[in-house]
T-cell receptor, first 111, second 114 residues
Framework: NAGVTQTPKFRVLKTGQSMTLLCAQDMNHEYMYWYRQDPGMGLRLIHYSVGEGTTAKGEVPDGYNVSRLKKQNFLLGLESAAPSQTSVYFC??????????FGPGTRLTVT | KNQVEQSPQSLIILEGKNCTLQCNYTVSPFSNLRWYKQDTGRGPVSLTIMTFSENTKSNGRYTATLDADTKQSSLHITASQLSDSASYICVVSAQAGGSYIPTFGRGTSLIVHP
C-alpha cells in the first residue's frame, strides 16, 4: 500500500513549456486535490475532484488544468509554464471530505 | 472571504518544554478543523480533526482544543522532543454543497533545541 505518490519529484521547465504532474493513490479514495505551497504562504487549493470524471476549481486555478479519468489518478497540467508557477505542488486524497492524505510533493522550477 | 490565521509565526523552545500554538478562523459554514504536522521537504500529516460538537481531541503528546463560539483553536504539545521540530498547519473546512473546501493557515514553524 503506497498511499499517495507523485511523479516527478523534481522538474525544471523553461517559460512556455508544458508538463503534466501525476498523482496516484491506491486507497480507493473518492476525493483528490492539488495544492501549491509557496514560501511564507499556506497551501492553496488549485483544483479538486469529488469522484472519477469530475473536477472543480479551487482558490488558484488559473494556468492549470486537471483530469480524473480514472479514480486512482489525478493529473495536473501546465499548458504554458510561467515563472509564477515555480512552487512545490502537493496532491492529496481522502475517503470522504474530512481526512486528507498527502503525497511527498513535486518541486517545480520555471526559468 | 474564508481566512485562517495562526500564531505565532515561529517558535523556539527547549526540549522537554510544553508549548501552545493558536489558530483563529473566519470560515463559514464551518465543517471541521484539522491540525497537520509538516516536516521539511515532506507532505503534511494529520494530527487531529474536530467537528463542531467536539471541543478537545488528543493524539499522544498533542492535544487540540476548539471553541466554535469564538472561532479559535489551539494545539498543545507536551514534553516536546527534537522530532517535534516542524511546521504545524491549521486547516478549516467549509461545507459547499456536497463538497468541503479547506482553507489552510500559513503554519507555525516550531524549532525544538536540545
Amino acid at each position: 500500500n503506497a498511499g499517495v505518490t507523485q511523479t516527478p519529484k523534481f522538474r525544471v521547465l523553461k517559460t512556455g513549456q508544458s508538463m503534466t504532474l501525476l498523482c496516484a493513490q491506491d486507497m480507493n479514495h473518492e476525493y483528490m486535490y492539488w495544492y501549491r505551497q509557496d514560501p511564507g504562504m499556506g497551501l492553496r487549493l488549485i483544483h479538486y475532484s469529488v469522484g472519477e470524471g469530475t473536477t472543480a476549481k479551487g482558490e488558484v486555478p488559473d494556468g492549470y488544468n486537471v483530469s480524473r479519468l480514472k479514480k486512482q489518478n489525478f493529473l495536473l497540467g501546465l499548458e504554458s509554464a510561467a515563472p509564477s508557477q515555480t512552487s512545490v505542488y502537493f496532491c492529496a486524497s481522502s475517503p470522504e471530505a474530512y481526512e486528507q492524505y498527502f503525497g511527498p510533493g513535486t518541486r517545480l522550477t520555471v526559468t | 472571504k474564508n481566512q485562517v490565521e495562526q500564531s505565532p509565526q515561529s517558535l523556539i523552545i527547549l526540549e522537554g518544554k510544553n508549548c501552545t500554538l493558536q489558530c483563529n478562523y473566519t470560515v463559514s459554514p464551518f465543517s471541521n478543523l484539522r491540525w497537520y504536522k509538516q516536516d521539511t521537504g515532506r507532505g503534511p500529516v494529520s494530527l487531529t480533526i474536530m467537528t463542531f460538537s467536539e471541543n478537545t481531541k488528543s493524539n499522544g503528546r498533542y492535544t487540540a482544543t476548539l471553541d466554535a463560539d469564538t472561532k479559535q483553536s489551539s494545539l498543545h504539545i507536551t514534553a516536546s522532543q527534537l522530532s517535534d521540530s516542524a511546521s504545524y498547519i491549521c486547516v478549516v473546512s467549509a461545507q459547499a454543497g456536497g463538497s468541503y473546501i479547506p482553507t489552510f493557515g500559513r503554519g507555525t514553524s516550531l524549532i525544538v533545541h536540545p
